[in-house]
């Protein structure tokens, strides 16, 4: 069997073949980074005439990278939602309409499922059951996936998504958009200790996180510090490390709720260094593992939902004509609606 996946939630177009036998066989992505930087975030009418543009010659270039024809193809998979409605417009209606075309069946995808299955497409991947700490722009959630398909959330941000205060607090720190990578990059210059962020809600019984009061610390911190290259980083750096110690904290109360041993961190924060060492050093303590996608499967791409999609497919997932997106779609309404 073998799915095309295309991805269009957001600022990123992309296109993958996944085929159960073989494996990933391609992985094309368009990144529309450079065109939202100048406006300091990303524009949703800009990203949905880009996504028109980039999504055909890319799953031209996917179909070829991977030597596949049309009849190769058994589904056609797209992210159906959450995200930006008119992005996810875009690749739905060119999904259905391959699908269409080519007499095969299309399968809507949720995108954070995608970014929970992505390191299933790595060579070391977990076993069921695992904790699934979800940390991406719109997106900070632990759930409890007991098997496949089946996600329960445990806790999740009650306010701003751990990306989200990145790309904030970067923004505070007069970095530019998108703010979450580069703001990781000035921390490895900051020394650990110079200042010290709060830990909200590190304290509450309960597995949910708030990260909005970090962007207020980081701005009053800014504007009493003095403005130097150096302090900057420093502020970075425990910016950082704040996060850090949160997810940490909490994953460390979840996996004694659940006494799960396994632990899969995904969505595009889990690309930062000083995470993924922050919860390495805790499962290594809880003599636990931890599973992280490639750095490149960790932001959004179309092998994930190439993935997924395979996974849905083979549970009988269907569209149906009908151009159908779901800008708000939560992971624990999956099983009951398109198992
Ligand atoms: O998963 P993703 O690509 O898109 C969403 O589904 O939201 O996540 C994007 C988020 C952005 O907030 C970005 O700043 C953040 O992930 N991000 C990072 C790093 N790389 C991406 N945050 C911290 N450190 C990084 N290295
Ligand atoms: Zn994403």
Request: hydrophobic share 40%; glycine share 10%.
């Amino acid at each position: 069997m073998r799915v095309l996946g295309i991805e269009s939630s957001c600022d990123e177009t992309g296109a993958a073949v996944y085929d159960d036998k073989l494996g990933l066989l391609s992985n094309a992505l368009y990144s529309q980074i450079a065109m939202h930087a100048e406006y300091g975030g990303v524009v949703p009418e800009l990203a949905s005439r880009d996504h028109i543009k980039k999504a055909l010659p890319l799953i031209r270039k996917a179909m070829e990278d991977s030597g596949s024809t049309p009849a190769d193809i058994d589904a056609v998979a797209y992210t159906a939602g959450p995200g930006l409605v008119g992005a996810l417009m875009v690749g739905a209606a060119v999904a259905r309409s391959l699908a269409y075309a080519w007499n095969r069946p299309a399968v809507p995808v949720n995108h954070m499922e995608g970014h929970l299955l992505a390191p299933m497409l790595e060579e070391r991947k977990p076993e069921f059951p695992f904790l699934a700490l979800l940390v991406s722009g719109g997106h900070t959630m632990i759930i409890q996936v007991a098997a496949p398909g089946s996600y329960r959330i445990l806790g999740q941000s009650v306010d701003d998504a751990a990306g989200e205060a990145f790309d904030k607090t970067a923004k505070l720190l007069g970095i530019p958009y998108p703010g979450g990578p580069l703001l990781s990059r000035l921390a490895e210059q900051g020394v650990s200790g110079r200042f010290r962020f709060p830990r909200p809600m590190a304290d509450s019984p309960n597995l949910d996180f708030s990260f909005s009061g970090l962007k207020t610390h980081a701005a009053n911190t800014i504007r009493e510090a003095e403005n130097s290259e150096q302090v900057r980083a420093d502020i970075a750096r425990a910016f950082e490390e704040a996060v850090t110690d949160i997810l940490a904290i909490k994953v460390r109360k979840a996996l004694r709720q659940t006494h799960y041993k396994r632990l899969v961190v995904a969505g595009g924060v889990s690309a930062n260094r000083g995470i993924r060492q922050g919860l390495a050093d805790l499962m290594t303590e809880l003599g636990g593992e931890v599973f992280y996608p490639r750095t490149e499967f960790c932001t959004d791409n179309g092998a994930m939902i190439a993935y997924a999609g395979m996974f849905r497919f083979n549970k009988g997932v269907r569209a149906d004509l009908s151009v159908e997106v779901r800008p708000r779609w939560p992971l624990d309404t999956l099983e009951q609606n398109n198992g």
